[in-house]
């Protein structure tokens, strides 16, 4: 596929600094489909320092202006719908119709949210006889994770543009094509000169030096709570703001009452969905003790539509697909018993893992605790609506989740007691206004919606 072989900085493509370079692989065939550069610390300080030039110009510009420009964003990702959808398909091996509808649709309804936010903030109020300003932070530095790598680009540069900030993104070395067409459509956008920067590379090469630079005033980050803390550190380091969105292990509650097979279905789509790899999938189901058989036939005959190659795609890279399978050795080993799928390789070739469903499963099984980050489902049983609050809340995480009730009422009630970010009641649709984000070690910040743009806004008062 079509690859630059050089950086996007200060509004044009030029050579990397180094010649080292990644391969991009296809995980459905484990073919190499391009190379981009591998960036080094004197790319990022030459992205940097465009951005730092740029800054002061786009903080200035009108924020109608700046709505303007993202929607001229917008409408030049649209444009390309078909093209994202299969560079997506290619480097991260989603299905093609996932690809459209999520990959590529999603990314433009967000960019969208923000053209139509920017023209109406508030970026003063009043406060008695205060004049309160909310202004642009300064410099991001965007670091991307490869499960959603334009919507999680979308989600950051979107309301950081809106802000007034400008950004220097530094994509997954996984599927940095995408972020290269991002970055051509930011050209064909029209933006000024330096107010969005490109540079590929490793995490901790690129990415930390990134981090780490003194010309960046905030780190955005999407990953794996591990590497949050690395990023934290270095920011803190230098008491700059951070916005950390990471790890899940997000719990379906099924309360007595529900409508059992809609909800067990749906929690079975959910966590099958991308082949498993998002941060805010229901991998825990929670099922009253007495309806747990019932739950378990259901979810088996569920997961069984999933074949892999046609409705599930391959893990992201081998080392992913081997983790997985290690887990799910591990939840074996452990005593919790396998419904469907199991470690074996499903094809002969691809990063593919069998989508999965354990039943019995304890809270204190790892399969129960840690992040897989595959298509596995565990099935856990509870005792009463006070079991089942402990056990959901019963991890270091608190990204996302659901519950499921007989009435609207109770749904609700149980959720407000739940420690997480987000929860869909009775099968609630995902809202692109909606802030998302975790308790715990789930993250710090909020991204999507005037929540997400408010993360990139520093306040100032003036009194009268």
Not at 69 to 93: F, N, P, Q, S, Y
Not at 154 to 169: E, F, M, Q
Not at 229 to 234: D, K, S, V, Y
């Amino acid at each position: 596929m079509k690859a630059h072989d050089g950086m996007y900085i200060d509004g044009a493509w030029r050579p990397a600094a180094g010649t080292g370079t990644i391969a991009v692989v296809n995980p459905a065939d484990e073919q190499v489909i391009g190379h981009v550069p591998a960036g080094t610390v004197e790319d990022v300080d030459a992205a940097v320092r465009a951005a730092r030039a740029a800054f002061p110009g786009w903080a200035a510009t009108a924020p109608a202006d700046r709505a303007a420009r993202i929607a001229a964003l917008r409408d030049a990702l649209a444009a390309r719908k078909d093209e994202i959808a299969a560079t997506v398909t290619a480097e991260l091996g989603a299905p093609p119709q996932a690809a459209q509808a999520i990959h590529a649709g999603l990314p433009v309804a967000v960019a969208g949210t923000y053209a139509d936010l920017t023209a109406t903030y508030a970026f003063e109020e009043k406060a008695g006889n205060s004049t309160v300003l909310l202004e642009p932070v300064g410099v991001v530095g965007a670091i991307t994770p490869w499960n959603y790598p334009l919507h999680q680009i979308v989600a950051k540069v979107a309301p950081a543009l809106a802000a007034g900030c400008t950004v220097v993104l530094k994509p997954a070395e996984d599927t940095p094509l995408t972020a290269q067409l991002f970055a051509e459509a930011v050209d064909a956008a029209g933006l000024p000169a330096g107010v969005f920067n490109l540079v590929t590379g490793l995490g901790p090469v690129a990415g930390q030096a990134l981090a780490e630079h003194d010309g960046v005033d905030m780190v955005s980050f999407t990953g794996s709570t591990a590497v949050g803390r690395r990023i934290g550190a270095l920011a803190g380091a230098a008491v700059k703001r951070v916005a950390l969105e990471l790890g899940g292990k997000s719990a379906n509650v099924i309360l007595p009452g529900a409508d059992l097979a809609k909800a067990v279905n749906v929690g079975i789509a959910n966590v099958m969905s991308n082949s498993g790899q998002t941060c805010s999938a229901w991998t825990r189901m929670l099922v009253h003790r007495e309806q747990h058989e019932e739950a378990v036939a259901l979810a088996a005959q569920a997961v069984a539509k999933y074949v892999p190659g046609d409705r599930i795609g391959p893990l992201v890279n081998a080392k992913q697909q081997e983790r997985v399978r290690g887990y799910i050795e591990q939840g074996i080993a452990e005593g919790a018993r396998l419904v469907a799928g199991g470690p074996e390789a499903p094809l002969d070739k691809g990063y593919y893992v069998s989508p999965t469903v354990f039943a019995d499963v304890t809270p204190g099984m790892t399969i129960a605790q840690e992040e897989i980050f595959g298509p596995v489902v565990s099935i856990l049983p509870y005792e009463d609506e006070d079991d089942a609050l402990r056990i959901a809340n019963g991890t270091v995480y608190g990204l996302a989740g659901a519950v499921w009730a007989a009435d609207e009422e109770t749904a609700v009630a149980f959720a407000r007691r739940m420690e997480t970010g987000q929860v869909d009641i009775n099968g609630g649709r995902f809202n692109p206004l909606a802030p998302f984000g975790g308790y715990k070690q789930s993250g710090v910040g909020r991204e999507l919606g005037a929540h997400g743009l408010a993360e990139y806004l520093q306040t100032k008062s003036l009194q009268f």
